[in-house]
């Protein structure tokens, strides 16, 4: 099947990343948004997401012909074999995963399809979507319409999205039809992966299970952080004690605020959601979601016991996107730590060397964005790291430790040495590890 032509419906992180992909191994692609502004800037070669990599590829692929953007649709599934439904599927205010713009994909699709046509869903979905797709279509599509239905989650990370489609591990497809799992199979043979072939239902649940247990894994670190505080061990070296067990792995065993983004916060409460419609106790999903925002707090918590009173105190907030590499800021530890300081009377400054344009959407102009981390901590009485960008954990110390007001630094990502933060005279504070201070005098003076 090397060499079909493939539409793919969206062009967020999935839909982008995955059509640029399958045209860099030789597959025909279009890629089709019904937001003619975000195609008009693809056409002229701009990429309106900052994923490392991803823009040369699209040069690459657009400069061969195998790779084109239309927000014409209705020409674009025309012409396709594979179809490919690479949508939104925000959270709900109750946390199921809104399928409006899915379901939208599939009508689109019903009404425009001619002959025999595969429906792959790229886009994270509840289990039982797939078959509720096909009933939508086969109500909907034209008498000289067939088609087969086919689950094949995406495993993406945002900040290595390209070399993870480029690379991936695994790839899952779920359907009933023996001839379309083996075309979407045939369509993954020049990515040299392990492809396991499953039942819709599995397929679907796969993509949650995983994202579910790896948001486990980091509320599990965080909660031994936070004991490893009150016991004097260092979360750090516990980590790699428990990484070394080959059953447990080091991946994901990283303390810090927590997980964020586009994927772990709506994916465990829609699973969590799947789980109270099918009257299915979980009780440690729940933990999970509890523990995730709950942590977030601890370093507001910190800049209280260490300041007292954050009425007037000048914060800065070092990183605003939910991790380095990429400018997304959905569910961002930094759109609750912002709001809460500055509610507490804080006046927060804020650097990031990619996000501060979509920040401004989440945040408005209340926080004061600064150009770089040096100018960013100027005078402030304390600073947090957010976000473990190069450009923060490279900075020079000295420098910031002579513009800060107080030196004192509490690590949210865990990303610096303590022993480098006591050499430069830092009052420095990670999440889970013993504590640097520069003396319990001076401690006090701070407080007051």
């Known amino acids: 099947m090397n060499g079909r032509s493939i539409a793919v419906v969206g062009t967020g992180y999935v839909g982008l990343v995955s059509g640029v992909c399958f045209a860099h ?30 823009d040369g590829l699209v040069r690459e692929t ?26 939104g599927t925000p959270m709900s205010d109750s946390g199921e ?49 067939s088609f087969d239905v086919v689950s094949n989650p995406e495993f993406l990370r945002e900040g290595s999205a390209v070399h993870d489609c480029l690379n991936m591990e ?13 075309m979407i ?16 239902e599995s397929a679907e649940m796969i993509k949650y299970a995983s994202n579910a247990f790896l948001a486990m894994k980091i509320s599990y670190i965080n909660s031994i952080a936070n004991l490893c505080e009150k016991m004097g061990a260092d979360v750090q070296e516990v980590a790699h004690g428990m990484g070394l067990d080959s059953r447990i792995g080091g991946k994901f065993l990283q303390a810090g605020i927590g997980y964020g983004g586009s994927c772990f916060p709506k994916d465990t409460y829609a699973l969590r959601y799947m789980a109270k419609h099918a009257e299915c106790e979980f009780p440690i999903l729940h933990a999970v979601i509890e523990t995730n925002e709950k942590q977030r707090l601890r370093v507001v918590e910190r800049l209280k016991h260490e300041l007292g009173m954050l009425r007037g105190k000048h914060i800065c907030v070092l990183g605003l996107a939910f991790k380095p590499n990429t400018n997304d800021m959905r569910e961002a530890p930094s759109l609750t ?18 996000a501060e344009q979509e920040a401004r959407l989440y945040l408005g102009d209340s926080p004061h964005y600064h150009r770089d981390v040096y100018a960013a901590v100027t005078n402030c009485d304390a600073a947090i790291i957010v976000t473990e960008w190069d450009e923060i954990k490279q900075a020079d110390l000295e420098m910031i430790h002579a513009l800060m007001k107080y030196p004192l630094v509490v690590d949210g990502r865990n990303c610096m040495n303590p022993l480098k933060m006591e050499e430069h ?14 003396g319990e005098m001076i401690r006090h003076e701070v407080v007051i």
């Open 337 to 354: 730590i912002i709001p809460l300081l500055e509610r507490q009377g804080a006046i927060v400054h804020t650097y990031d060397p990619i």
């Open 25 to 54: 191994v030789g597959h025909r692609v279009v890629c089709c948004d019904i937001d003619e502004q975000k195609i008009a800037m693809l056409q002229r070669g701009e990429i309106p997401i900052y994923e490392p990599g991803l």
């Open 97 to 145: 995963a809104d399928l409006t713009y899915v379901r939208d994909a599939a009508a689109m699709i019903a009404r425009y399809s001619r002959g025999y046509k595969i429906i792959v869903t790229k886009s994270t979905v509840p289990v039982g979507t797939g078959r509720m797709l096909a009933d939508l279509i086969r109500h909907q599509a034209a008498a000289d319409f």
């Open 185 to 200: 199979e045939s369509l993954h043979e020049p990515f040299g992966t392990v492809v396991l072939r499953t039942s819709l």
């Open 425 to 438: 005279g830092f009052q420095y504070f990670a999440i889970g590890r013993p504590a640097v201070s520069w």
């Open 62 to 87: 657009v400069e061969a012909g195998r790779l084109s953007f239309t927000f014409n649709t209705q020409e674009a599934i025309l012409q396709a074999d594979v179809i490919f439904i690479a949508v």
């Open 170 to 182: 695994r790839a899952i497809i779920g359907s009933d039809s023996d001839y379309a799992s083996r």
